[in-house]
């Protein structure tokens, strides 16, 4: 089940979200969760929905989510879906009830590389020292991933490719040795260490692609979510598993039938349905106008924006004019509904930086809606996502465009 979201920064797409999952978690045997979050931040918030810290504070467990854009996964609806979940699990009668919470994007080069070290230092010590004699390879970048894609690729130092390569090979060939010397939860620490050295690798190679063209990044990006996905699938419960993912529309929608597809991108909705046929169920949301949480540009605060209506010839335009405030559509039904939305119009996309003086542009793509998703939820006004680190400047909410003339 993939869930997706118009923006990072709208409250009512993460609070719907999250009481879908309640409901495919306690009705449908739905065990895992993936957030599009970095593997190890999101992995501590694994051990304390699952009993596995003694972390009990919620906000505190939420505290290594603190790259650009923090509100992402710090926000009020996160606390309270994790408060629900661990109380949940903690009145689970065996551990196979338990459902998990992860990560799958691969942001977290240096902070992933960091925990197969401190894996290692458990487990092998000799092998914690090769380990970092391959990881050492990226200390003349110093700790920005991006300096490093940029230094390499232009041709004025090697790539770190090689190491991280062989690191990878090395702890997958160790598997056996290390089972024998772990505890009970020996091979679920071995994953986890295991998908830190693979992100470490897909990272790498992500970072010098952010400098070949946004295709190749993209692509490479998206791969890696749907091979953690898959991951997660045989490591939980195999072909039985069920899993529900939160990510944005861009990446849960089928690339295929967006202008995404014909620019030569693929994304994990697209990655998914051809790779688990018939098992795959995506919704996408979308919304007419209302307020986000979004910066004004990369790095910079999180601020209360307001959204312009949505532009003419866009789906949320149209779902605008039926005056209904919020429905649901089944997309995969035949009927006049779907034939008419069949015609490729315009879908709107904002991620963590809303930039309305260049709106068609910056946030708008072309798109089949029945072709991208099963179900569409349409919220015609929307509010913004609350961060948990408020400051004047989202207090302050953007002032009407008519002001102040007030009309």
């Not at 869930?3 to 709208?10: K, M, Q, V, Y």
């Not at 003694?54 to 996160?78: C, I, Y």
Request: aromatic share 12%; charged share 25%; net charge negative.
């Amino acid at each position: 089940m993939l869930i997706g979201e118009a923006s990072h920064g709208t409250h009512e797409f993460y609070a719907l979200r999250a009481e879908m999952t309640r409901q495919l978690i306690l009705n449908h045997g739905f065990r895992l969760i993936a957030l599009e979050a970095d593997w190890p931040d999101t992995l501590r918030v694994h051990r304390h929905v699952t009993g596995l810290a003694q972390e009990t504070d919620t906000v505190a467990a939420l505290g290594d989510f603190r790259r650009f854009p923090a509100w992402m996964w710090r926000n009020t609806v996160m606390v309270e879906f994790v408060e629900w979940l661990r109380a949940r699990n903690l009145r689970a009668t065996n551990e196979g009830d338990s459902a998990g919470l992860f990560g799958m994007d691969l942001y977290s080069m240096h902070t992933s590389m960091e925990s197969v070290l401190a894996y290692l230092d458990k487990t092998d010590a000799d092998a914690a020292r090769r380990a970092r004699q391959r990881y050492g390879c990226f200390e003349y970048f110093g700790k920005d991933p991006q300096a490093y894609g940029y230094i390499t690729t232009r041709g004025k130092a090697e790539s770190c490719e090689a190491e991280v390569t062989a690191q990878l090979v090395e702890l997958r060939r160790a598997y056996g040795e290390l089972m024998n010397r772990g505890g009970p939860d020996a091979k679920n620490e071995f994953f986890y260490a295991e998908q830190n050295a693979r992100l470490v690798a897909n990272a790498e190679r992500y970072y010098r692609a952010m400098f070949h063209g946004r295709d190749e990044s993209w692509n490479l990006r998206d791969e890696h979510m749907t091979e953690t996905l898959a991951a997660l699938v045989r490591h939980f419960g195999g072909s039985e598993a069920k899993i529900v993912v939160w990510a944005h529309n861009s990446h849960v929608g089928d690339a295929r039938a967006t202008e995404m597809g014909r620019c030569g991108e693929w994304n994990v909705g697209q990655l998914l349905r051809q790779r688990f046929p018939g098992k795959v169920f995506n919704i996408g949301f979308t919304t007419y106008s209302g307020t986000v949480t979004a910066a004004r540009d990369w790095g910079e605060a999180a601020e209360r924006r307001r959204v312009r209506p949505a532009m003419a010839g866009s789906y949320e335009e149209l779902f605008h004019a039926t005056g209904v405030p919020a429905f649901w559509l089944d997309l995969r039904e035949r009927n006049a509904a779907t034939w008419l939305l069949k015609q490729h119009r315009l879908e709107r996309a904002i991620g963590v930086v809303y930039r309305p003086e260049t709106e068609r542009w910056s946030h708008y793509f072309d798109t089949c809606l029945p072709e991208q998703f099963d179900a569409v939820i349409h919220l015609d006004d929307t509010r913004a996502l609350e961060p948990l680190e408020r400051d004047s400047i989202w207090d302050e909410a953007e002032l009407p465009e008519t002001f102040p003339a007030g009309v």
